[in-house]
């Protein structure tokens, strides 16, 4: 397949390649160019502190050839729904390497994923980290999570502040502080943290201030709360243009600034411990896709122009309403020839002035019965025609799938994905009703057992050795609903006697005062402190040596 430059200067499939596309697949089309993932995924890896991890974000777009040939260039996938799950497994991704993210999982989801293999997950709250808990112990197995920490950013200009105010998106540092006795969940172990603070910076000096500031909260958390951190997910933030010209930003200083700032505070990363990752969507795929839409009609309104596009916000743009999308901008594929002194020949659009003057600028609309539906405004097309075709660049991200595609019920766009001279896939989308089948149990029973706070007692065991007086007066003080029951018995239920997570930090802080010890973070976990017994097991073993240190 022949190339030619875009508009921002960089090769990619010719003009007359793509019309041949559209003439065999129809318009309109997405046009994706493996080529362009490729060196993309390049380019990030080279702005990046070495060695880290890559993991491609599926919400920017999970089409399957472009996730697979992510793989192949050694990134993993975050994953935050069912649908990007099935997306990555299809493309080869190992379900033991994903990363699993995003607010408001539920149980089927959950389940689902730990079915598939997936065991590393990111905890956006408490009941979130409970929730993945409880699907985990249902199969029988752990899930390792990160936390995601909703903190204060560093200055500077982003397309999107994710955290560093009130959000629907990780732990406040003040509930880490206050609560971390609810982080020792049944079924889940914290192996790290998780930042997200922005989209799309604009600028390499306030990205790299955002990374460095959580390079530095994720240390102290580590040193003041003794939370786990053998993953650090910095997140992103790489930007890229959006239907409009330009090139992807090159970070030339990025990876030597955040280098620094890793040995400084994380000083055993380079040996993985933590393993740092990165996240990216827009910035690995942004380029690689073009949509290609047909002029369908074109009218004069009221002193206005309209062309009028078989593809609208139903098929990009769609989030358009969020206000960060547009302005979104279009070049001709086969731009009007400046030799052609007659353009009568050709037909006028409805209503052009008598004079036969073709319009310079025009709003580009899409095919929607809303006058929400509009592309872009005063756009500099001059001699555009029913029948010409138009291409937006870098829609690889945020595209096809965050657009509106069932509303009105049009087809969506074909597929295209080129490798060269190659196509390599060639696929629709279709959206579909299925039979809808009934939950196999009740929502009110599941509600029921969420809802549950009376905790199953663990068996007695008789091994446990006896409490000194010490232990049994400082647990009679800090739940007095203990001594209700009479004698302190060796499997009395803590979380019935009023055991909440206030207490549990009480209670171990406590216990490590009384008798010079630190709890290790192997053993901050519920079955600990399910039970008198239970608990006085680890003060003892730690006493006389035979738990040592995490």
């Known amino acids: 397949m022949s190339t030619d430059r875009d508009l921002a200067g960089r090769t990619g499939p010719a003009a007359p390649a793509v019309r041949r596309l559209a003439e065999r697949y129809g318009s309109p089309l997405y046009v994706y160019d493996l080529d362009r993932v490729r060196t993309a995924l390049a380019d990030l890896r080279a702005a990046l502190p070495q060695p880290s991890r890559v993991y491609y974000s599926l919400k920017a777009n999970p089409h399957p050839a472009l996730v697979a040939e992510l793989r192949r260039g050694g990134a993993r996938a975050e994953v935050t729904s069912r649908g990007e799950l099935a997306a990555a497994l299809q493309a080869g991704h190992p379900a ?4 699993y993210s995003g607010p408001g999982k539920v149980r089927a989801e959950l389940d689902e994923a730990i079915t598939a293999g997936m065991r590393t997950f990111s905890a956006e709250s ?19 999570c990160v936390l995601r920490i909703n903190a204060a950013g560093a200055p500077g200009q982003a397309g999107l502040r994710m955290t560093g105010a009130p959000s629907q998106f990780g732990f406040d540092l003040n509930d880490l502080t206050e609560h971390r006795a609810r982080l020792l969940t049944e079924g889940t ?47 992103g933030g790489f930007a890229a243009p959006y239907a409009t010209p330009g090139e992807r930003p090159v970070y030339r200083g990025l990876r030597a600034a955040l280098t620094a700032v890793l040995d400084e505070h994380l000083p055993g990363w380079r040996d993985g411990e933590p393993v740092v990752a990165f996240e990216s969507g827009r910035y690995l795929v942004g380029d690689s896709g073009q949509l290609v839409a047909t002029v369908t009609d074109v009218k004069h309104s009221r002193g206005s122009v309209y062309a009028v596009l078989d593809s609208g916000i139903n098929h990009l743009g769609g989030l358009a309403g969020l206000g960060r999308l547009l302005p979104l901008s279009a070049r001709p594929l086969d731009p009007a020839d400046p030799g052609d002194d007659h353009p009568e020949t050709h037909g006028l659009p409805d209503g052009a002035p008598a004079d036969g003057a073709r319009p310079a600028t025009v709003t580009l609309a899409g095919p929607l019965c809303t006058p929400a539906d509009i592309l872009a405004r005063a756009a500099e097309l001059p001699g555009l025609r029913p029948g010409d075709l138009l291409a937006f660049p870098n ?75 010490a232990y049994e007066e400082l647990l009679l003080e800090l739940l007095p609903r203990l001594a209700s029951q009479g004698p302190l018995r060796p499997d009395s239920s803590l979380k019935a006697a009023g055991l909440d997570s206030l207490a549990m930090v009480e209670t171990l802080v406590r216990v490590e005062q009384t008798y010079g010890i630190a709890v290790p973070d192997s053993e901050l976990v519920a079955d600990t402190f399910a039970t008198p017994a239970a608990l006085w097991r680890v003060v003892s073993a730690l006493r006389d040596g035979s738990v040592g240190p995490a």
């Open 96 to 99: 033991a390497e994903l990363m």
């Open 395 to 469: 829609v690889g991200a945020y595209g096809l799938s965050a657009s509106l595609l069932g509303f009105l019920g049009h087809p969506a766009p074909a597929e295209i994905v080129v490798d060269g001279d190659e196509v390599v896939s060639a696929t629709r989308l279709a959206l579909g009703r299925h039979d809808a089948e009934p939950l196999t149990a009740p929502r009110t029973e599941e509600s029921a057992a969420m809802t549950d706070t009376t905790a199953a007692v663990p068996a007695t065991d008789a091994s446990a050795p006896p409490w000194d007086k």
């Open 189 to 235: 172990r914290i192996v790290g943290m998780h930042f997200f603070p922005l989209t799309n910076a604009r600028d390499e000096d306030g990205l790299c201030a955002e990374l460095a500031q959580s390079v530095r909260t994720a240390a102290r958390l580590r040193t003041e709360l003794g939370i786990p951190l053998h993953l650090l997910d910095l997140g």
């Open 126 to 144: 408490f009941g979130d980290l409970e929730r993945i808990g409880a699907a985990a112990h249902a199969q029988g197995v752990t899930a390792d």
